[in-house]
């Protein structure tokens, strides 16, 4: 199993981003699928989840309703549409795979991962 992250970038404060994340190698419909992130200096944390049926999402507390992920299975593709981005959301972004039904907010829960996308924010 693979996964490819893209769509980084750097973006002043308010502005918005949408990242992606191709995963191939099995049934993409198998998966739920996550996003973390990783600021230079800290641990690694949780964004948000997608159930395996795309009927549940969870984010973590900060995204503050700002985050949306969604998926589309003819494209094997999961995405992170981050809108209203503050300085504090630069950080690498990762995205993460499980074979399993519901929503997963530990990254231990993640068998596979993406190599990362740069998000930059700047005031």
């Known amino acids: 199993v693979q996964l490819q992250a893209s769509g980084g970038g750097s973006v002043q404060t308010g502005n918005s981003l949408k990242l992606s994340c191709e995963v191939t190698?099995?049934?993409?419909?198998?998966?739920?699928l996550g996003w973390f992130r990783q600021a230079t200096g800290k641990e690694r944390e949780f964004v948000g989840s997608i159930s395996r049926s795309g009927m549940t999402t969870t984010y973590a507390d900060f995204v503050q309703n700002r985050f949306d992920i969604s998926k589309d299975n003819a494209k094997n593709t999961v995405y992170l549409q981050m809108n209203n981005l503050k300085p504090g959301d630069t950080a690498v972004y990762f995205c993460?795979?499980?074979?399993?039904?519901?929503?997963?907010?530990?990254?231990?829960?993640?068998?596979?991962w993406g190599q990362g996308t740069q998000v930059t924010v700047s005031s």
């Open positions: 190698g099995r049934r993409f419909s198998g998966f739920v």
């Open positions: 993460a795979a499980a074979w399993a039904e519901n929503v997963l907010i530990v990254s231990d829960d993640y068998g596979y």
